[in-house]
């Protein structure tokens, strides 16, 4: 098994170079950070520019804004992909363009909000919530306090897994801090607490947009750093990406969480 490692502002993926037919299983033994190679996500190559991308929990996420920045990345320097190219996932395509930042150009979100927080269970001290669509679902929520104060893990955890979405939900606590600038905590469906997250900072700047910043670029600051959105449409999120290591897995490791180990 061959993997490459890279991140995000600290959100990290493994591109899967080489190895067995993948189970749910096998990818959340790569993606233990205890026992395995250890990571936010698994990214699968498929023909030509195509990718899968897969949770750390085993389940198929329909996008991520880092993972495919990633992704692009990736093409561009171990497969020849020109700088501007077409990613194919399995919620549509996504036009990338590769330079010292990546850009990724999304379809237009869709919306709805503001939603009381009581209509979800949920303490009033998370203010509003917006519920968006960026090609995967996101639940963003306007807390009235500082994040610091908010046990927002535990919030991400229990909204995540509300029975109003029924294919679980990505989650956000946005505080903004002045025109075209927010502060973020992200809760990923599937993988939990993570420094950052692009297709999360989209859905914060719709949110934002719709509660009235008329910014024409967006940056969202979270514990990894900050990723630049342009609300608009396109919806284009920039950031960087940076290669970390090329990973060749024991064959021991792999033979015993293969099924043909345990036939």
């Known amino acids: 098994m061959r993997l490459r490692k890279y991140h995000g502002l600290g959100n990290d993926y493994l591109v899967y170079e080489e190895g ?75 036009a990338a363009t590769v330079a010292e930042q ?45 994040l610091g104060s908010l046990p927002w893990r535990e919030l991400g955890a229990r909204t995540e897994h509300h029975p109003r979405f029924e294919n679980r939900t990505n989650v956000q606590f946005a505080r903004p801090l002045g025109p075209g600038l927010v502060e973020a905590r992200i809760w990923e469906r599937g993988a939990g607490e993570t420094a950052a997250s692009g297709t999360s900072s989209c859905a914060i700047a719709v949110a934002v947009r719709a509660r009235g910043d008329r910014s024409l670029q967006i940056r969202v600051r979270m514990p990894g750093g900050e990723l630049l959105v342009e609300p608009s449409d396109p ?13 060749d897995v024991d064959p021991a490791w792999v033979h015993a969480r293969t099924p043909e180990a345990s036939s």
Request: hydrophobic residues 40%.
């Open 20 to 94: 067995p037919e993948l189970t749910e299983a096998l990818i959340r033994a790569i993606c233990d950070r205890h026992t395995g190679p250890g990571s936010d996500g698994l990214l699968v190559p498929g023909p030509g520019t195509s990718v899968r991308i897969f949770n750390p929990d085993g389940s198929e996420a329909e996008r991520s804004g880092n993972g495919l920045r990633i992704f692009a990345r990736w093409l561009v320097d171990h497969r020849g992909a020109p700088a501007q190219h077409v990613l194919r996932t399995i919620a549509g395509d996504i």
């Open 102 to 146: 990546i850009t990724l150009d999304m379809p237009p979100a869709t919306f709805e909000g503001p939603v009381d927080p009581a209509a979800l269970g949920l303490p009033a001290e998370l203010g509003e919530a917006w519920l968006v669509d960026v090609g995967n679902p996101h639940c963003v929520f306007f807390p009235t306090e500082p």
């Open 235 to 247: 919806l284009r999120l920039t950031g960087p990406v940076q290669e970390v290591a090329e990973i």
